[in-house]
C-alpha cells in the first residue's frame, strides 16, 4: 500500500467511525425521543455503539471497501457497497441479539434497522462527494484545446523531457495535460507547471473524466509487464498510446527523447 492510498484508507476509516458513532446515536434517540436515555438503554447505547463501529469497520476492510479508489467510484461501486451494509446489519443484529442474551436488554428492532440505514446513506454520501470533488478538480485543471491534450506517464527526467518538448518544440501537435507517476511523494505536486495527478493505475477514470486524447509512457527503463499494463488502461479509457524510444536507442542516441512511437512487441516483450 503507497503513503497516498495509507492516508485515503485512514480517512475514510476516521469517517466510517464518526458515521458510525453518530447514526447509532440518532438511531436510540430517534427511537426513544428523549435524551438522557432511559435506562437501562443509556447503558446499552455505549456496548452497542462500540461493537456496531468495529463490526462495520472490520466488515468494510475484509469486503475491500476501502481498497478501492472511492474519487472515481460508479454505481456500481455504490451497489457492492450497498451488499456489503446488508451484510453488516444482518451481523449488528446479530451482535443486538446476543447483547440482549447477555444483558437481558435487547436492543430494538427499530434501532437497528434505523441505525444501518443512516450509517449506509453516510458511507456512501462520503464516497460520492468524494468523487464529485475529483472531477470538479479536474474540470478546472483541463487547459484550452489547441492540440492533442496528453497524460505523460512518469514524471521522471524522460516525462520531464517530454512535456518540455511539447510546450516549447511546438512540433508534436500535443498539449502536455499533467503526469501520472506511481511515486506517491510526487502526487499533488507540480513539474514544469504541470500537476502529478496520481497513480497510473487511476489512468482510465482521470482520462475519462478531464477529456484526453492520448498517453505518452515516459518511462524508457520500464519492463514489458509494466508497459503491457500501461496499454490495457489505455484502451479501457479509449486514447491513443505512444512511447519513447527505449533506453538503448535513447543512450546510443541514434534517436531524442522526442521521437515518440507507437507501442511495438519488443517493448512489450522487454525484462
Not at 447514526?23 to 455505549?46: C, I, N
Not at 505523460?152 to 499533467?178: D, H, K, N
Request: charged fraction near 15%; include cysteine; glycine fraction near 10%.
Amino acid at each position: 500500500m503507497t503513503r497516498v492510498t495509507a492516508n485515503r484508507t485512514r480517512v475514510l476509516v476516521g469517517a466510517d467511525v464518526m458515521l458510525s458513532l453518530i447514526a447509532s446515536l440518532l438511531a436510540y434517540v430517534a427511537r426513544f425521543e428523549v435524551w438522557p436515555l432511559p435506562s437501562p438503554h443509556g447503558e446499552m447505547l455505549a456496548q452497542y455503539t462500540s461493537i456496531a463501529c468495529l463490526v462495520r469497520i472490520l466488515i468494510f476492510y475484509a469486503t475491500g471497501a476501502y481498497s478501492q479508489v472511492w474519487r472515481y467510484a460508479s454505481v456500481r461501486e455504490a451497489i457492492q457497497l450497498i451488499y456489503t451494509g446488508a451484510f453488516v446489519t444482518l451481523l449488528t443484529a446479530i451482535v443486538g441479539r446476543l447483547l440482549a442474551l447477555a444483558t437481558g436488554t435487547a436492543v430494538p428492532w427499530s434501532v437497528l434497522l434505523l441505525d444501518a440505514a443512516l450509517f449506509m446513506a453516510g458511507a456512501i454520501g462520503v464516497r460520492i462527494l468524494s468523487r464529485a470533488h475529483r472531477q470538479s478538480v479536474l474540470g478546472r485543471l483541463k487547459p484550452a484545446r489547441h492540440g492533442r491534450q496528453t497524460l505523460i506517464i512518469g514524471a521522471g527526467s524522460a516525462g520531464q523531457l517530454v512535456a518540455r518538448e511539447m510546450v516549447e518544440g511546438g512540433r508534436t501537435g500535443m498539449v502536455p495535460f499533467g503526469f501520472l507517476d506511481d511515486d506517491p511523494t510526487l502526487h499533488g505536486k507540480r513539474i514544469l507547471g504541470l500537476p502529478v495527478l496520481g497513480h497510473t493505475s487511476e489512468m482510465v477514470d482521470i482520462a475519462k473524466a478531464s477529456g484526453v486524447d492520448m498517453i505518452v509512457i515516459a518511462t524508457p527503463s520500464a519492463p514489458g509487464s509494466f508497459l503491457r499494463k500501461i496499454i490495457q488502461l489505455a484502451r479501457e479509457a479509449g486514447v491513443e498510446a505512444r512511447t519513447v524510444p527505449g533506453l538503448d536507442d535513447l543512450l546510443s542516441g541514434r534517436v531524442s527523447i522526442s521521437a515518440l512511437r507507437q507501442v511495438q512487441i519488443g517493448d512489450l516483450l522487454r525484462r
